[in-house]
T-cell receptor, first 110, second 117 residues
Framework: DAKTTQPPSMDCAEGRAANLPCNHS???????VYWYRQIHSQGPQYIIH???NNETNEMASLIITEDRKSSTLILPHATLRDTAVYYC???????????FGPGTRLSVLP | GAVVSQHPSWVICKSGTSVKIECRSL??????MFWYRQFPKQSLMLMAT?????????EQGVEKDKFLINHASLTLSTLTVTSAHPEDSSFYIC?????????????FGPGTRLLVL
């Protein structure tokens, strides 16, 4: 079973920020939070990962709560091409046996 | 991010034949490679993990004699579906783990869609 819980679907207006939540209340101290997305009929695309500090890259920002029991992926200016299923995964850095849950289906609307 | 390719992107075969799928890391050496499959409207499920030069580790319920994995080098892994049957029709996705400093990140291929008739 996946160690994370995500809402099944979300809508976001084009140009607005998309905030995707993830609960991982049983995360252990040596587990990282990874985010991937899967556009229809393609392989998952790496977005970002983090341990406890907030992270930002050219694609997104990752906000991890202080107790590490939840996180939020932020796409600052969503475009139609960001429509995809977003997966939040927790895994140890050195033992990357990813368990994919159902993810969140994000629909960016014009 | 790092690039992983798969070949073929799709394949149609007759029941009982074997199909080989290649997975290559194009611009990095993958310390570990993974094979997943994804059925329609479902999430990815890990089938096996392989390290270069050693036997693959299969997840529970995945037949190692049916899904043969060869990890010949740090940039190439192959999955052979032996004696394929219609229930093996699925989307097969590989990934490679890239080590950068002390951090390891998994990058996925574009997937191979298999249809067994």
């Amino acid at each position: 079973d996946a160690k994370t819980t995500q809402p099944p679907s979300m809508d976001c207006a084009e140009g607005r920020a998309a905030n995707l939540p993830c609960n991982h209340s049983t995360i252990s101290g040596n587990e990282y939070v990874y985010w991937y997305r899967q556009i229809h009929s393609q392989g998952p695309q790496y977005i970002i990962h983090g341990l406890k500090n907030n992270e930002t890259n050219e694609m997104a920002s990752l906000i991890i709560t202080e107790d590490r029991k939840s996180s939020t992926l932020i796409l600052p200016h969503a475009t139609l091409r960001d429509t995809a299923v977003y997966y939040c995964i927790v895994s140890q850095l050195w033992s990357q046996n990813f368990v994919f849950g159902p993810g969140t289906r994000l629909s960016v609307l014009p | 991010g790092a690039v992983v390719s798969q070949h073929p992107s799709w394949v149609i075969c007759k029941s009982g034949t074997s199909v080989k799928i290649e997975c290559r890391s194009l611009d990095f050496q993958a310390t570990t490679m993974f094979w997943y499959r994804q059925f329609p409207k479902q999430s990815l499920m890990l089938m096996a993990t392989s390290n270069e030069g050693s036997k693959a580790t299969y997840e529970q319920g995945v037949e190692k004699d049916k899904f043969l994995i060869n990890h010949a080098s740090l940039t190439l892994s192959t999955l052979t579906v032996t004696s394929a049957h219609p229930e093996d029709s699925s989307f097969y996705i590989c990934s490679g783990a890239e080590l950068a400093g002390l951090q390891e990140t998994q990058y996925f291929g574009p997937g191979t869609r298999l249809l067994v008739l």
